[in-house]
């Protein structure tokens, strides 16, 4: 597994099933169960767009359709002291996905953890097994972004960019 540069290197702290560092224990949660449904997460894979250069958690690659998805996983969104400044963070990545072609519930997906940092695990996997575990839904076949295409596509930018 590759493992790409990244913003602040130091806090990826926690180890995944494969070795992957990550930030946070939900992300090694998340990372994992991706793994155990044998798929190959790619942990904050660069994209750009119009010169914007993005990270999200996860990108993926569907399971039963070459459809690229992105899975963001906003742990810090209702933390008492960082809550605000990362909410405006969040919301900024939200609009560039959408420019990009990724729709909430189509073929972009959030978790959340709770302001004391808590998560019901049982829920998340669940919702990662519905919509991993089966074939991607009529919207995200109809708005989905090939894989092939747009992986080939940002490969080309990044290089270009001295990213990768």
Not at 56 to 71: A, S
Not at 103 to 132: A, V
Request: one cysteine or more; aromatic letters at 14%.
């Amino acid at each position: 597994m590759q493992a790409f540069s990244c913003t602040y290197p130091e806090a990826l702290k926690i180890p995944t099933n494969d070795g992957i560092m990550v930030r946070s224990r939900v992300e090694a949660i998340i990372y994992n169960y991706f793994l155990s449904l044998g798929m190959t997460p790619l942990y904050e894979f660069p994209l750009s767009y119009e010169g914007k250069l993005l990270r999200p958690d996860f990108t993926l690659l569907h399971p039963l359709r070459p459809f690229i998805y992105i899975w963001e996983h906003f742990g810090r969104m209702f933390h008492p002291t960082d809550g605000l400044q990362y909410q405006q963070s969040a919301l900024y990545k939200l609009n560039i996905y959408k420019e990009m072609g990724f729709y909430p519930g189509c073929n972009l997906f959030f978790s959340f953890e709770n302001p004391d940092g808590s998560i019901d695990t049982e829920h998340l996997i669940k919702e990662i097994s519905q919509i991993f575990g089966n074939p991607p839904t009529a919207q995200a076949r109809r708005l989905g972004i090939d894989a092939t295409d747009f992986l080939e596509m940002q490969k080309n930018i990044l290089q270009s960019q001295n990213v990768i």
